[in-house]
Nanobody, 123 residues
Framework: QVQLVESGGGLVQAGGSLRLSCAAS????????RGWFRQAPGKEREFVAF????????RYADSVKGRFTISRDSAKNTVYLQMNNLSPEDTAVYYC????????????????WGQGTQVTVSS
């Protein structure tokens, strides 16, 4: 069974930091690119960050650029999202996903999804 499992979410004050992890199991995702998306209550799911399968290319939504960093540890089949200087606007459920395609900001292009982890930023 293929699984992506997110962890690391929680409650943090504005200006604080969190690191999300997305561990893959059930198959090798070394040839898959990975993305992070988020969905706030009443809003559509939106792209946050992307890292290509070999880690040499990353992309970010404008809203998180300079504050969030995506990285991957291929040996552990795990992708991370370091989130710094968080604001209440970052409150959402964060999802990781895997894809073999390059249209990285389109959620429909992703083959596998995790269950999500809640991030809540208090003001």
């Amino acid at each position: 069974q293929v699984q992506l499992v997110e962890s690391g979410g929680g409650l943090v004050q504005a200006g604080g930091s969190l690191r999300l992890s997305c561990a893959a199991s059930g198959r090798t995702f070394s040839s898959y690119s990975r993305g992070w998306f988020r969905q706030a209550p009443g809003k559509e799911r939106e792209f946050v960050a992307f890292i290509i399968w070999n880690g040499i290319i990353t992309r970010y939504a404008d809203s998180v650029k300079g504050r969030f960093t995506i990285s991957r540890d291929s040996a552990k089949n795990t992708v991370y999202l370091q989130m710094n200087n968080l604001s209440p606007e970052d409150t959402a459920v964060y999802y990781c996903a895997a894809t073999t395609r390059l249209n990285y900001s389109d959620a429909n292009e992703y083959n596998y999804w995790g269950q999500g982890t809640q991030v809540t930023v208090s003001s």
